[in-house]
């Protein structure tokens, strides 16, 4: 059983920890503004979403994915898999042709057709109560696809383990949320050597500008501060 090398927990209670607190950061930001508790809450009301996002992080690799409801992230539809050397392009093509074949299905539930077939049915069924023409045409506009991050989870896990000790104790120095140690996870997988499309470099993902704004130093050094 992989456990997490700084606190030894197990893989799963290391992912599911870290996944609703980063959702708690990203639909609470605007609360915690004005928020004098001095630890994050972690509301019942995203525990459908975590559910959805651990399974997303702990249970598919980058060749699956799912094909899921837009609204309710606890409806999906069906897990894909694709062969380790499949092309973004190839694996887009497969997604679409599947997309629109579960479109089509929810479509035709839509207009109140009884003669189902047996996937149609299966359809159905995992509506349960929420079943309805009006329920039906509305998921047929939000059929979305999410590709599954296991294995990069578990890599930036990894390396989380050589930040962590410092994070946690500059976090603690500046009476930060430790929390926000995890942000991390979301911005670069603890690689401090990547960078994203637009220039954004480092663990914390600094634009150049944000860090010449609030980082010391070089544009070298602010890079490898980032």
Known sequence: VWKHPVCQCTGD?????????????????????????????????????????????????????????????????RKLKFNSDVTPKARRDAVDAERLKLEAMLKRLATGATDLSGEEQRLVAIFGTEASSTRFSEAARGVRFQLGQSDRFREGLERSGTWESHIAQTFAKLGLPPELAALPHVESSFDPTVYSKVGAAGLWQFMPATGRLYLSGTESEVRAAA
């Open 13 to 77: 209670a290391v992912i599911r920890r870290i996944i609703l607190t980063l959702l708690s950061l990203t639909m609470l930001l605007p609360v915690f503004a004005h928020a004098a508790e001095d630890r994050i809450p972690h509301p019942p009301e995203l525990q459908r979403d975590v559910d959805f996002w651990i399974r997303v992080y702990s249970e598919i690799s980058t060749t699956e994915g799912f094909l899921h409801d837009e609204r309710d992230l606890s409806l999906v539809y």
